[in-house]
């Protein structure tokens, strides 16, 4: 499947550069998960995460046209949620967004409600390290484990020397 995904990127880039809008649901699909995991991340928020999402897609769409294939799809891709995550965290002034820690799964549908329960909060607690980062290392943290992102690439999205990125994420 992944192999079939990388063969079709281009030709789904063409079509969308062409106005083909079913190619686009098809070129983003496959990025979606680890798209809106990272602005959830980023942002705390899963609702605010979306919504970030929603904005990335309509930047994607109208910017199609001019993405050259000298970068790669997802990290153009995700160079455009960063800089959309970016606008909305100065929109606020730079108030911190709040931590949306989903409630504890109902335990009475699980197999295993300890190890549920368990699993959660170990969630609970990785996503408060996460948030307790300076704003930089979680960014370059996100990018790289959500975004699969090389480190050069971060380096250049965030115009940052690539020392200083592996820095933060040291």
Known sequence: MQLKQITQE??????????DSA??????????ENLITYLSRLSGNQTTAEDLFQET????WRGIKKYKEQSKFSSWLFSI?????LDAYRKTKHEKYKIAVE????LSSSDNPHSDYVSKEIEKRFEKAIEMLPQKQREV????MHGNMPFKE?????GEPINTVLGHMH
């Open 10 to 19: 281009p030709d789904l880039i063409k079509k969308c550069q062409n106005g």
């Open 23 to 32: 190619a686009f649901a098809d070129l983003i699909y496959p990025h979606k």
């Open 57 to 60: 897609l309509v930047k994607v």
């Open 81 to 85: 949620a960063h800089n959309v995550a």
């Open 103 to 106: 409630e504890v799964a109902d």
């Open 141 to 144: 943290f996100l990018l790289r």
């Open 154 to 158: 971060i380096a250049k999205l965030t």
